[in-house]
């Protein structure tokens, strides 16, 4: 018998802090109408002080366990989807198993920008389905604030901070994970990505005092990309699995930008009410937002939901999965 992956469990974390449009207008050009009329973002929540993502990825992953009644021991493996490490290593993963007590499972980042979360949710289904692991932990978060530069506003109206963690466990029904398709063209690296602080560009006064550590992006290029990629895919994995939009009851999307989003939507013929969006209070967590668009929204999934998950990243990195909701 086949066997079938689902997420048992959902939990997220923000951070306290609120950063508005009002309050970004006193930091760079811009103003409240200029940021919602563009992204559709009002405010974002920032991490204040010398915590890393792994603050965030203890606190979600703590509740996720705590909810689904689960003993950190039991736990095989956990993937982390990130771009703003704790470290370059060793793996932030590592250090949130460490902390939270998960002594038998091996885990590892992952970076595919803001598909990572998508990438490794697809990576753990598959390996629910080989039969050799029974429980998985898939992280997504991010700690945009710390590589922003707050005198572009091309940047630093668009981004938060945020995190979120789901329970990978086999399936006893026809619900969880069905299929996937996923993408990615390296061509397009050169339009989003942060400069310095790789092998490339190791760190030095110069790369420091030109702000090459902070996020560079050609905002009309990647909309443009974003918007044909990430609304094709989810068009695509409905044809393949034949799907209609009366089929589909919910489009859980990266919450990138509210345009992607409404785009993504009317490519597939849903409406509002269908569709999940928290961006006016997030901003772009970067892998954050599926996660935590999954914990905001459980209680309104119905089992049995047909659910489609998209996102687009840098990289450039995008693609879609279909589900059906299990919990």
């Not at 997420?7 to 609120?18: E, G, K, R, T």
């Not at 992952?110 to 898939?138: H, M, P, W």
């Not at 190791?202 to 974003?226: D, L, N, R, W």
Request: hydrophobic share 40%; net charge negative; proline share 3%.
């Amino acid at each position: 018998m086949q066997i079938r992956a689902k997420i048992s469990a959902v939990h997220s974390y923000v951070p306290d802090y609120v950063l508005t449009n009002d309050e970004l207008a006193t930091m760079v050009d811009t103003n409240d109408e200029w940021i919602t009329s563009r992204t559709g973002i009002k405010e974002r929540r920032i991490l204040k002080g010398n915590l890393g993502i792994s603050f965030m990825a203890e606190h979600a992953v703590k509740g996720l366990l705590e909810k689904s009644n689960t003993d950190p021991k039991d736990i095989e493996l956990l993937i982390l989807a990130t771009v703003t490490a704790d470290y370059n290593f060793p793996a932030t993963a590592n250090i949130v198993c460490d902390r939270l007590g998960m002594h038998n499972a091996f885990s590892y980042d992952v970076n595919a920008a803001c598909s990572g979360f998508l990438f490794s949710l697809d990576t753990a289904a598959r390996l629910i389905e080989s039969g050799r692991y029974q429980k998985i932990v898939v992280v997504g978060g991010d700690k945009m604030s710390s590589i922003l530069n707050y005198e572009d506003r091309t940047t630093c109206i668009i981004f938060g901070d945020g995190c979120g963690a789901v329970l990978m466990e086999p399936s006893t029904d026809e619900n969880g994970f069905i299929d996937s398709i996923l993408r990615s063209d390296g061509s397009g690296s050169k339009h989003l990505f942060q400069p310095a602080g790789g092998s490339v560009m190791p760190a030095s006064i110069e790369s420091v005092t030109q702000k090459k550590h902070s996020v560079y992006q050609e905002g009309q290029y990647v909309f443009k990309f974003a918007v044909t990629s990430m609304a094709n895919v989810s068009a695509e994995i409905m044809e393949k699995n034949q799907l209609t939009a009366n089929d589909v009851d919910w489009l859980v999307p990266h919450q990138a930008n509210k345009r992607i989003i409404d785009a993504t939507r009317e490519r597939m013929g849903l409406p509002e009410e269908k569709v999940t969006v928290n961006i006016q209070k997030y901003g772009n967590t970067t892998n954050g937002t599926i996660p935590i668009c999954l914990h905001e929204w459980e209680d309104r999934f119905k089992k049995g939901d047909n659910i489609i998950i998209s996102a687009f990243g840098g990289g450039f990195t995008w693609g879609a999965i279909y589900l059906k909701w299990a919990i």
